[in-house]
């Protein structure tokens, strides 16, 4: 099991410099760390280590159409069974991105099976993500897994006591 959570590179902290980084560059280094993986074959090379990407997987879930059209040429090697397999693996913490359209991307590429209640407290306050999950039309199944049930298969000695 790996965690990817990002943080803001040094060439990054002062692009835009009355915007706080937490906004573009975090979910951007995200989306560098997920290309990366799969761009040099990691995630193919390495089946069967799990990975959590935090924030939703930052851009990934709306970037996956630009990953597949203008992929090097050595994708068929490096992801032999496609970009979208290799994603759909892994799962996703929603922390900080409780929000309808970020959502509503990752929903578009994995199920809610592979969705978890993460938080970045004290940067986001757990409340305010446990407050941002029922506004998003979950059902009681699926707020159950997000919540609880997904974490127990992923780690199946949470289940213990």
Excluded: W
């Amino acid at each position: 099991m790996v965690f990817v959570h990002p943080t803001t590179p040094l060439c990054c902290r002062t692009l835009l410099p009355d915007v706080p980084p937490v906004i573009l560059e975090i979910p951007q280094d995200t989306t560098r760390a997920v290309t990366n993986l799969v761009f040099t074959g990691t995630l193919a090379k390495f089946h069967d280590i799990r990975f959590i990407f935090f924030h939703a997987g930052g851009d990934v879930p709306m970037v996956v159409g630009r990953m597949q059209q203008y992929a090097p040429k050595s994708v068929a090697e490096k992801a032999p069974n496609g970009i979208e397999y290799e994603l759909k693996r892994h799962y996703y913490d929603i922390a900080g991105t409780a929000y309808r359209p970020a959502i509503a991307a990752l929903k578009s590429l994995v199920p809610t099976t592979q969705i978890l209640f993460g938080s970045d407290n004290p940067f986001v306050p757990l409340a305010e993500t446990a407050e941002g999950i029922m506004q998003l039309g979950f059902s009681a199944d699926d707020l159950e897994r997000i919540g609880r049930n997904n974490a127990q298969t992923l780690l199946p000695r949470l289940k213990a006591s």
